[in-house]
C-alpha cells in the first residue's frame, strides 16, 4: 500500500517563502506523475503543481506559476518551494500520486494537471500553509 506524508507547513507573513516536502513509501515503481493539491475553507481543490516523474516536466496553475516550483528526487520524494507567499496562499497542501497499480476502481482526485481531468489515486492528510499580511 502507497503512503504519502506531507511535511514543512506552517505559519509565515506575506512575501516569505516555505518549502513543502513529500514522502511516498510503498509501491512507488510505477508513478507517472507526483503533485500537490491545495484546498482552503469554502472552495474547491485545486491542483497547483504537478511533475511527471518520467520526463521531468513540470506544470503550474497560473495562480503559482513563478513564485513555486515542483522538484522531485527520485519517484518517492517531491518537493514545493513556494516563495512571495501571500494571503491568499494559505490552505491545507496535499501531496498526490497517479501511481499504476493494478486497481482501477478505487476513489480518485480529479484535477487540471497536467491537463484537466488527470486522476490521482493517492494522497496524504495534507500540511497546512498560513499566510498572514
Known amino acids: 500500500q502507497v503512503q504519502l506524508v506531507e511535511s514543512g507547513g506552517g505559519s509565515v507573513q506575506a512575501g516569505g517563502s516555505l518549502r513543502l516536502s513529500c514522502e511516498a513509501t510503498?509501491?512507488?515503481?510505477?508513478?507517472?506523475?507526483l503533485g500537490w493539491f491545495r484546498q482552503s475553507p469554502g472552495k474547491e481543490r485545486e491542483s497547483i503543481a504537478v511533475?511527471?516523474?518520467?520526463?521531468?516536466?513540470t506544470y503550474y496553475a497560473s495562480s503559482v506559476k513563478g513564485r513555486f516550483t515542483i522538484s522531485q528526487v527520485n519517484a518517492k520524494n517531491v518537493y514545493l518551494q513556494m516563495n512571495s507567499l501571500q494571503p491568499e496562499d494559505t490552505a491545507m497542501y496535499y501531496c498526490?500520486?497517479?501511481?499504476?497499480?493494478?486497481?482501477?476502481?478505487?476513489?480518485?482526485?480529479?484535477?487540471?494537471?497536467?491537463?484537466?481531468?488527470?486522476?490521482?489515486?493517492?494522497w496524504g492528510q495534507g500540511t497546512q500553509v498560513t499566510v498572514s499580511s
Open positions: 498526490a500520486a497517479d501511481i499504476d497499480d493494478g486497481d482501477e476502481g478505487g476513489p480518485v482526485w480529479v484535477g487540471h494537471l497536467p491537463w484537466p481531468g488527470y486522476r490521482y489515486n493517492y
Open positions: 511533475i511527471s516523474i518520467g520526463s521531468g516536466t
Open positions: 510503498g509501491y512507488t515503481d510505477r508513478t507517472n506523475c
